[in-house]
């Protein structure tokens, strides 16, 4: 009976583990094709013949806040690793 629950006691873990996986792997792909997709942009426009440095300078704008994003996502994970108990605040309720 003991080694059944820690069985599913395992299976369990794992599955959390797995849906932890999907759902990181998800926040941080986004913003990381983010990125790629407007340095390739930024060259693009810097590379025409007259190039286009407001386009160019609003592509690198995003990939800043695109990279900063990905780095919340981290610091986030990491936050809720480290704690080990959970964080109680006072919530007004009535409207």
């Known amino acids: 009976m003991r080694d059944a629950q820690a069985d599913l006691a395992r299976a369990a873990r794992l ?11 998800h926040e941080i792909n986004q913003p990381l094709t983010a990125i790629v ?5 930024c060259l693009l426009w810097l590379r025409r013949e007259s190039p286009n440095l407001p386009k160019a300078r ?4 995003r990939i800043v806040r ?23 605040t006072e919530v007004d309720v009535l409207i």
């Open 58 to 61: 609003e592509s690198a704008e």
């Open 15 to 25: 599955a959390t583990v797995g849906e932890l996986t999907a759902s990181l792997a």
């Open 66 to 88: 695109d990279g900063h994003h990905v780095g919340e996502v981290i610091q986030s994970v990491r936050s809720m690793a480290r704690k080990s108990s959970a964080e109680m």
């Open 37 to 41: 997709t407007s340095a390739e942009s």
